[in-house]
């Protein structure tokens, strides 16, 4: 098994994170959340994975056990989250083909016993469109316990992201990531992996944060997992990321505004639709109404 590519958190600025991704497909940042910390977020979902049923179907798993909406089920889900270094290098990967990310998916994963390997796939074909020119999104698997071959830690095929993913799919086996808790595995969404088989006694759990373009349908539905009743808690930034941000050019409003009004204990039923333009488009437009209103003014004036 060849050792997975080495980035020390603190040491490493987004560029080189990047670098690595784009020579593999993924990397591991080492230690860049205390492990005390993810050890609370372990003990605060326990009870849930307990009283969550197994999965059903060949993809998800019948040996494993998912729930999303974790930023209400845990209170220290949002470090994942929001994790200063993570978000630097996903607005650095995709935000050249977007005006701002979005969180797709914070989902908690518990791999059991007897689970069987996971087909193979990549997450950027959870939508239609044309692969290999750029990113639909980037997820980040942290582990919550240790990820060993053996226990079924995320597998990856390095290599086979971007133009590689139009090919066939690759004649050799992946190579399984070992990581600790406090470690993030970064992969892109056209990076060919999957979860591995479980062949110890013991489960191993772990939480996927990822992040797409902001102008497509996420993962998971954010406005029914963080209602505004509940989004109003988050910081800005945080409900930024789950959808209470608009998308120029006014992708995602809500009565021609930003949603993020919604958040507003006063919000007023009655608003003025403003535009939210890109900046090419603002010149755009703005020439255009100088145009038309000097052809609109009555003559002689």
Not at 71 to 78: F, N, T, V
Not at 94 to 121: M, R, S
Not at 189 to 206: K, M, Q, V
Not at 261 to 274: E, Q, S, T
Request: glycine content about 8%; charged content about 20%; proline content about 9%.
């Amino acid at each position: 098994m060849t050792a997975p590519p080495l980035v020390q958190a603190g040491h490493t600025p987004a560029p080189e994170v990047l670098a690595e991704l784009g020579a593999r497909g993924f990397c591991v940042m080492r230690a860049i959340l205390a492990p005390e910390l993810v050890a609370d977020l372990d003990a605060e979902i326990a009870e849930r994975f307990l009283d969550t049923p197994f999965s059903q179907g060949g993809f998800y798993g019948n040996r494993t056990k998912r729930f999303g909406r974790l930023l209400i089920r845990a209170a220290s889900a949002h470090l994942l989250a929001e994790h200063p270094e993570v978000i630097m290098a996903a607005r650095a990967l995709l935000e050249a083909h977007c005006d701002t990310i979005q969180l797709n998916v914070i989902q908690a994963i518990e791999v059991h016993p007897g689970e069987i390997a996971q087909v193979p796939h990549r997450d950027q074909d959870m939508w239609y469109g044309p692969k290999g020119a750029h990113e639909y999104l980037l997820n980040v698997m942290w582990p919550l316990t240790p990820f060993r071959e053996e226990n079924g830690a995320t597998i990856v095929w390095p290599g086979s992201h971007g133009a590689a993913a139009l090919a066939e799919l690759p004649n050799r086996p992946g190579e399984a990531v070992t990581a600790e808790p406090g470690d993030a595995i970064l992969f892109l969404g056209s990076t060919l992996h999957g979860a591995g088989a479980n062949r110890t006694s013991l489960p191993r759990r772990g939480v996927v944060v990822g992040y797409s373009l902001g102008w497509l349908k996420p993962y998971e539905n954010p406005w029914l997992a963080y209602p505004p009743a509940i989004a109003r808690r988050f910081s800005a930034d945080l409900a930024g990321l789950v959808g209470y941000r608009q998308h120029r050019p006014n992708l995602g409003n809500v009565d021609g505004q930003c949603p993020s009004r919604m958040l507003a204990d006063d919000a007023c039923d009655h608003v003025a639709a403003i535009d939210a333009l890109t900046p090419e488009q603002e010149a755009m437009v703005a020439e255009h109404v100088a145009r038309e209103r000097v052809r609109a003014a009555p003559p002689g004036r």
